[in-house]
Nanobody
Framework: VQLQASGGGLVQPGGSLRLSCASS????????VGWFRQAPGKGREGISC????????HYIDSVKGRFTISRDDAKNTVYLQIDSLKPEDTAVYYC????????????????????WGQGTQVTVSS
């Protein structure tokens, strides 16, 4: 397994979670790492990504202001801080990584990423 996603759980609406995406054999600073989520009965949706160097961060409109992606190069881990959680955020969250030189329009397409983690469940419910 090249990517390990963790940090999911059951949280009440308005709560927060921090998801982690770690790798033991990929140097994540040289990858574009994306977070995707798949809600029950829906397709996988790209929600945020962080590019390698130079580093930049990107979000879909529906999560801007609530989600924050970051990277700790010393720990070789990418984080997704999720605040003000809503029931509609309930999904399995996946991280993925690619070394391809992809552009903005490609960030949100799962077909552009060749390395995937196993997913972590986020459930938002009172």
């Amino acid at each position: 397994v090249q990517l390990q996603a963790s940090g999911g759980g059951l949280v009440q609406p308005g709560g927060s979670l921090r998801l982690s995406c770690a790798s033991s054999d990929l140097n994540l600073y040289s990858y574009t790492v994306g977070w995707f989520r798949q809600a029950p009965g829906k397709g996988r949706e790209g929600i945020s990504c962080i590019t390698g160097r130079p580093m930049s961060t990107h979000y879909i409109d529906s999560v801007k202001g609530r989600f924050t992606i970051s990277r700790d190069d010393a720990k070789n881990t990418v984080y997704l801080q999720i605040d003000s959680l809503k029931p509609e955020d309930t999904a399995v969250y996946y991280c993925a990584a690619t070394q391809r030189n992809i552009i903005y329009s490609q960030f949100w397409s799962e077909r552009e990423y060749e390395n995937w983690g196993q997913g972590t469940q986020v459930t938002v419910s009172s």
